[in-house]
Each structure stands twice: as structure tokens, then as C-alpha cells.
């Protein structure tokens, strides 16, 4: 595994500089995760579907992006619907996007009593994971870390049930929400454990009901934030809480005393408020705008990134990347080219 | 009656879930609901409007947004079934998506404020504007909850007739709050960053027809 085309000023591996960032230790540059998906069935040209029909479509996808761009993770992600598909959601086929869910498969609160925890050896789109995950931990060698992505027990019930359903159970029914989130807990816990053993490096959970935007302090404080907390305790490696684009700057020190490693920046975050707020006690990682992304040349994509690295602060512990967690299928290569030139020209000063 | 007390103490109320509290304001802005439920819907929209500006703050979470409208929805319901015999002039729909949370806001948002709406559910273009075409409506809400979704409003101005079209299309969801530009990029005429905005943008797109169908 060769460095990365961005390293350009060291010999610094992605790793090393994912390392040094989350202990506090000096890099060449910011490190950048730049969570390219979609865009792997477009250098192979595949359509999506294709491409993530088979792993080895997906690893080589994953390959050539990270030559392409030179980023510092490989992300094996699908899709979140793949997950819901464990549990028994249709998964929805775009052309032009990630995969979807179909209609929710809980649609009498009653279901939740005769519902399993799936056991992954029967969920054949997360098997294709783990494959995925056991080859490029071969092809990355030690240099390059895999994240891998989980959708948070308390965010899961969205596609269970779709979202208005969920919060009118939250509200009607809470005891059958008890029964689901331990399910789900449980589901998530294996799944995690599952990519930690395939080779990933770190778990993300996607768990947008931690956020002040997305649940009101009494789901958060009785059932989002001690959820959290369980899983990340159970959880065997590092782990990055994401909230997909919702802000989390009211959920940041309940992030930090669960004991995640990193904690995701939305783009309606102030960075420097966050930066500051965390003080070094966690690294943040954010918070370009993907949508805007779609429309950046050089000159708007070196000011994003010497203003996300200025917003980090010095001696910071920041990882750049953008907001959602999946860069939009129409974002063009020329912009994400113009990014990864942008960070190799101003990501090692503050 | 005093609107801002109503308007302040109603949206507490409702932030509290508090049906008494609720129901007890509503009387006191208007103590003949039946005869006077314009009365009622006013207080009512700007409450929400409320809540719904502090969500964009960040001062409050998307389940309370929801919790409070659907709570208004029952209870505007109970005092006066709104406007069963009118002929919808609003029509509301998700594009390819079963994520439907941001349009229950909003259809329980126009509801309490006595708007008569057609709601579509979850639906495909052609399909939204064929139907947007056969129940003759004037004002289409799209909530898109991704960015392909977002950008299929194009092809549905497109299918309504493009710049000569009659139906005026109001857009909605986090595409739209994130990049703030894509409303005008896909030609819509409107876009909501809450669901609290609903009442108003209807009505200043239904203002708007207005000359134009005089001028007919």
C-alpha cells in the first residue's frame, strides 16, 4: 500500500496521521475522510446496484477512489438501508443516489413482541460488508484505516417504522420502544463487534436522536444518551458519533463522557464553537457542506478548507470531511478534486 | 384578544403537551369556537410559527415540532371539523421517499390553520403531477428528503408546464435548508425551512395566482 497521493510533505502514512491527530501528536496536514461511496460505481462503471451487488466491485471501488482523491480512510459503507434490510425493510435501487428503504416494516406497535435481533449470517447484504472490510484490511496493510458504520439503536427505529410512527410509539407506547431498543442495542452491538473483527479500524454511529435538533431533552436524557452510552461501552475499538448532518453541539459533552473517540460536526455547527467547547478532549471531524460541494472549484474549495482548519484552531484534534457522511452521487469529480488539491495546498496550516 | 399572551402561553402549552392548557387558551381566544374558528386558527398558526422558529434557532428538537402540531391538529379538529366541504386548492406529497415525518408536520400545521389539502403521500413525479393536473389544485408542496429527490422538482415543474404552468410548487426538507440555493436551482416558487411556514407560504402563493386567474 503506497501513501497517499496526498501526503505530498512526509512519509506520513493515513494512518500515522489519523493516529497522531486523535492523541494530539503533530502531522503534515490535516487528514482528510472524505466519505466517497457512490462514486466508486461510477470510475468502474457500474450502476449502483452493480456495484454493490458484489464486494470485490466495492474494494476496488474503494481502491481507486483513495488513488484518485488520496484521502485517509476507506469506507466501506453501502448504504443505511442495508442495515434495515436486516430487518426486513425492502431496499430501494437508485440510478442516481444511495440506496433507500422502502416503507417501514413495523406497522403495528403490536409486531414489536415478535420481533428477533437478526443474526448476521442470514443478512446477505451485510455479509457483503464484512467481505469488503476483510479485503481492504488485507489491501490497506496497517496504512490506511477502515471505517466502519453502524445506525445508532436509537435512530434505527426511523426506518423500522418511519419517523412519525416512532415518535407517536415514543409517546403512546413506551414500553414496547423499551422492548425494540433492546433488540436494536443488541443488533447494533454485534454488527459493530462484527466489522471491529473484519479489520475495520473504528466504528461510526449514525445516531441523529442524540441530537437537541432531532429529540427533545426527555427521549434524549431517558433513552438516546444511556443507549449511547451502552453501546459504546460494549463496542471493542474506537468509535465516532455522528449525528448525519444534525447539529451536535448540544449533544457534545454527553459525546464525550460516553467515551467516543471523535464526534462528527454538522455544517449548521459553528466549528470554532465546537472547537473551543471540546477543548482537546475529543477530536471533531466535519463539517464542509456536501451539498455545496457539488458546485466547488479551486478558489471556493481552498477557502472552505483554510476555514475549517483555522475554525479547528492549532494543536487541534480535527479530521476534515463533510457533514452528512456520504458525499452526494452529484457531486462531480472536479470538485472532489479540487478539494483534495485544496487540503494538500492548505491543510497543514492553521 | 391579545395575540402575543395567546401565542407565547399556547406555544408553551403545546411545547408541554398540555391538552387542558391547550384547549383552555383556545377558549379563551375565542369562547364560541364554532362560530368564530378563524378566530381560533390564528393564534394557532402563529404558536407554531413560533415553535417552528425556535427549531431553526436550535433551540428546539424536530419531535417536539412534530408532538405540538399533532396535538393542535386533535384539537382544532375537535372545535370545528375544518372545511370538509371545500374544494382543496393545496395539495401536499413526499417525492420517492418513505420518510414522511416533515410532511405530517406540515399537513397537521395547514390543517389546524383551517387549510383544506390533498395529501398524496409518498409518490413518483409523473404520478405527483398528473394528479396535481386531475384534482385541478393550485399550490403543490414537495418535501424531498434527498438531494436526487430534490432535484426531480425540475422535472416536475417541468411536467406542469414549466414557466406557463398554473400550479405553483413550494419546496421543503433538508436539501433545501443545507443548500439554500437549490429551491431556485429546480424553479420553485417557494421554499419552506419549517414546517411552520407552511400557512403563509400558501397563502402568498395563492395571492399570487390570483391577478392572473382575474386576468383570464
Same mark, same amino acid.
Given at each position: 500500500m503506497t501513501s497517499a497521493t496526498l501526503g505530498g510533505t512526509s512519509d506520513m502514512t493515513s494512518m500515522e496521521r489519523v493516529l497522531n491527530t486523535l492523541t494530539g501528536k503533530p502531522t503534515d496536514r490535516v487528514p482528510l475522510f472524505l466519505p466517497v461511496t457512490l462514486h466508486g460505481a461510477k470510475l468502474l462503471g457500474l450502476t449502483i446496484r452493480d456495484y454493490f451487488s458484489k464486494a470485490e466491485h466495492v474494494v476496488e471501488g474503494q481502491l481507486r477512489l483513495r488513488a484518485r482523491y488520496g484521502h485517509d480512510f476507506f469506507y466501506p459503507l453501502s448504504s443505511a438501508a442495508a442495515e434495515a434490510g436486516a430487518w426486513g425493510c425492502e431496499v430501494v435501487y437508485h440510478d442516481d443516489g444511495p440506496p433507500n428503504t422502502g416503507a417501514p416494516v413495523v406497522t403495528r406497535f403490536e409486531q414489536i413482541s415478535g420481533l428477533a435481533v437478526p443474526r448476521l449470517d442470514e443478512c446477505p447484504g451485510l455479509l457483503r460488508v464484512l467481505e469488503v472490510e476483510r479485503q481492504l484490511h488485507q489491501r490497506a496493510a496497517g496504512e490506511v484505516p477502515i471505517l466502519g458504520v453502524i445506525i445508532g439503536?436509537?435512530?434505527?427505529?426511523?426506518?423500522?417504522?418511519?419517523?412519525?410512527?416512532?415518535?407517536?410509539?415514543?409517546?403512546?407506547?413506551?414500553?414496547?420502544?423499551?422492548?425494540?431498543?433492546?433488540?436494536?442495542?443488541?443488533?447494533?452491538?454485534?454488527?459493530?463487534?462484527?466489522?471491529?473483527?473484519?479489520?475495520?479500524?473504528?466504528?461510526?454511529?449514525?445516531?441523529?436522536?442524540?441530537?437537541?435538533?432531532?429529540?427533545?431533552?426527555?427521549?434524549?436524557?431517558?433513552?438516546?444518551?444511556?443507549?449511547?452510552?451502552?453501546?459504546?461501552?460494549?463496542?471493542?475499538?474506537?468509535?465516532?458519533?455522528?449525528?448525519?448532518?444534525?447539529?451536535?453541539?448540544?449533544?457534545?459533552?454527553?459525546?464525550?463522557?460516553?467515551?467516543?473517540?471523535?464526534?462528527a460536526v454538522s455544517a449548521e455547527d459553528s466549528l470554532e464553537e465546537m472547537a473551543a467547547a471540546a477543548a482537546g478532549r475529543i477530536t471533531l471531524v466535519g463539517n464542509l457542506n456536501a451539498l455545496d460541494l457539488r458546485r466547488w472549484g479551486p478558489d471556493e474549495a481552498a477557502e472552505q478548507v483554510k476555514r475549517a482548519v483555522a475554525a479547528a484552531g492549532p494543536g487541534r484534534r480535527f479530521i476534515l470531511a463533510d457533514n452528512h457522511g456520504e458525499i452526494p452521487w452529484q457531486v462531480p469529480d472536479r470538485a472532489l478534486l479540487a478539494l483534495a488539491e485544496a487540503v494538500r495546498a492548505h491543510g497543514g496550516s492553521a | 384578544?391579545?395575540?402575543?399572551?395567546?401565542?407565547?402561553?399556547?406555544?408553551?402549552?403545546?411545547?408541554?403537551?398540555?391538552?387542558?392548557?391547550?384547549?383552555? +387558551?383556545?377558549?379563551?381566544?375565542?369562547?364560541?369556537?364554532?362560530?368564530? +374558528?378563524?378566530?381560533?386558527?390564528?393564534?394557532?398558526?402563529?404558536?407554531?410559527?413560533?415553535?417552528?422558529?425556535?427549531?431553526?434557532?436550535?433551540?428546539?428538537?424536530?419531535?417536539?415540532?412534530?408532538?405540538?402540531?399533532?396535538?393542535?391538529?386533535?384539537?382544532?379538529?375537535?372545535?370545528?371539523p375544518p372545511l370538509a366541504n371545500a374544494r382543496p386548492r393545496v395539495a401536499l406529497a413526499v417525492l420517492e421517499d418513505h420518510h414522511l415525518l416533515g410532511k405530517r408536520m406540515v399537513l397537521s400545521i395547514l390543517r389546524s390553520a383551517g387549510v383544506a389539502v390533498l395529501d398524496y403521500g409518498s409518490v413518483g413525479v409523473a404520478d405527483l403531477a398528473a394528479r396535481a393536473v386531475r384534482d385541478g389544485v393550485e399550490v403543490v408542496l414537495v418535501s424531498a428528503l434527498m438531494l436526487r429527490s430534490a432535484l426531480k422538482v425540475k422535472e416536475l415543474i417541468e411536467r406542469l408546464g414549466g414557466t406557463a404552468r398554473s400550479v405553483r410548487v413550494a419546496v421543503g426538507g433538508a436539501p433545501f435548508r443545507l443548500d439554500t440555493e437549490l429551491w431556485r436551482e429546480v424553479g420553485a416558487d417557494a421554499v419552506g425551512l419549517s414546517a411552520a411556514e407552511a400557512p403563509a407560504i400558501v397563502a402568498r402563493l395563492l395571492q399570487a395566482r390570483e391577478p392572473a386567474e382575474a386576468s383570464r
Amino acid at each position: 500500500m503506497t501513501s497517499a497521493t496526498l501526503g505530498g510533505t512526509s512519509d506520513m502514512t493515513s494512518m500515522e496521521r489519523v493516529l497522531n491527530t486523535l492523541t494530539g501528536k503533530p502531522t503534515d496536514r490535516v487528514p482528510l475522510f472524505l466519505p466517497v461511496t457512490l462514486h466508486g460505481a461510477k470510475l468502474l462503471g457500474l450502476t449502483i446496484r452493480d456495484y454493490f451487488s458484489k464486494a470485490e466491485h466495492v474494494v476496488e471501488g474503494q481502491l481507486r477512489l483513495r488513488a484518485r482523491y488520496g484521502h485517509d480512510f476507506f469506507y466501506p459503507l453501502s448504504s443505511a438501508a442495508a442495515e434495515a434490510g436486516a430487518w426486513g425493510c425492502e431496499v430501494v435501487y437508485h440510478d442516481d443516489g444511495p440506496p433507500n428503504t422502502g416503507a417501514p416494516v413495523v406497522t403495528r406497535f403490536e409486531q414489536i413482541s415478535g420481533l428477533a435481533v437478526p443474526r448476521l449470517d442470514e443478512c446477505p447484504g451485510l455479509l457483503r460488508v464484512l467481505e469488503v472490510e476483510r479485503q481492504l484490511h488485507q489491501r490497506a496493510a496497517g496504512e490506511v484505516p477502515i471505517l466502519g458504520v453502524i445506525i445508532g439503536p436509537t435512530s434505527l427505529p426511523i426506518m423500522q417504522l418511519g419517523f412519525e410512527r416512532y415518535l407517536d410509539l415514543l409517546s403512546e407506547r413506551p414500553e414496547l420502544f423499551e422492548r425494540l431498543l433492546q433488540l436494536n442495542e443488541e443488533f447494533c452491538v454485534t454488527w459493530a463487534n462484527a466489522q471491529l473483527r473484519a479489520g475495520c479500524t473504528a466504528i461510526g454511529i449514525f445516531e441523529p436522536m442524540i441530537s437537541p435538533a432531532m429529540a427533545d431533552p426527555s427521549i434524549r436524557r431517558r433513552w438516546a444518551i444511556p443507549s449511547m452510552r451502552r453501546c459504546i461501552a460494549r463496542i471493542q475499538g474506537p468509535v465516532v458519533m455522528h449525528g448525519g448532518s444534525a447539529r451536535m453541539r448540544g449533544a457534545l459533552e454527553d459525546v464525550i463522557a460516553a467515551g467516543a473517540a471523535i464526534v462528527a460536526v454538522s455544517a449548521e455547527d459553528s466549528l470554532e464553537e465546537m472547537a473551543a467547547a471540546a477543548a482537546g478532549r475529543i477530536t471533531l471531524v466535519g463539517n464542509l457542506n456536501a451539498l455545496d460541494l457539488r458546485r466547488w472549484g479551486p478558489d471556493e474549495a481552498a477557502e472552505q478548507v483554510k476555514r475549517a482548519v483555522a475554525a479547528a484552531g492549532p494543536g487541534r484534534r480535527f479530521i476534515l470531511a463533510d457533514n452528512h457522511g456520504e458525499i452526494p452521487w452529484q457531486v462531480p469529480d472536479r470538485a472532489l478534486l479540487a478539494l483534495a488539491e485544496a487540503v494538500r495546498a492548505h491543510g497543514g496550516s492553521a | 384578544m391579545t395575540i402575543p399572551t395567546h401565542r407565547h402561553d399556547l406555544a408553551n402549552a403545546l411545547l408541554e403537551l398540555d391538552r387542558v392548557a391547550v384547549q383552555r +387558551i383556545l377558549q379563551r381566544a375565542s369562547p364560541n369556537p364554532a362560530a368564530a +374558528i378563524a378566530e381560533l386558527e390564528q393564534p394557532v398558526v402563529e404558536a407554531l410559527q413560533e415553535i417552528g422558529e425556535a427549531w431553526e434557532r436550535g433551540d428546539l428538537s424536530l419531535s417536539q415540532v412534530y408532538m405540538s402540531a399533532r396535538l393542535c391538529e386533535e384539537l382544532m379538529g375537535e372545535s370545528a371539523p375544518p372545511l370538509a366541504n371545500a374544494r382543496p386548492r393545496v395539495a401536499l406529497a413526499v417525492l420517492e421517499d418513505h420518510h414522511l415525518l416533515g410532511k405530517r408536520m406540515v399537513l397537521s400545521i395547514l390543517r389546524s390553520a383551517g387549510v383544506a389539502v390533498l395529501d398524496y403521500g409518498s409518490v413518483g413525479v409523473a404520478d405527483l403531477a398528473a394528479r396535481a393536473v386531475r384534482d385541478g389544485v393550485e399550490v403543490v408542496l414537495v418535501s424531498a428528503l434527498m438531494l436526487r429527490s430534490a432535484l426531480k422538482v425540475k422535472e416536475l415543474i417541468e411536467r406542469l408546464g414549466g414557466t406557463a404552468r398554473s400550479v405553483r410548487v413550494a419546496v421543503g426538507g433538508a436539501p433545501f435548508r443545507l443548500d439554500t440555493e437549490l429551491w431556485r436551482e429546480v424553479g420553485a416558487d417557494a421554499v419552506g425551512l419549517s414546517a411552520a411556514e407552511a400557512p403563509a407560504i400558501v397563502a402568498r402563493l395563492l395571492q399570487a395566482r390570483e391577478p392572473a386567474e382575474a386576468s383570464r
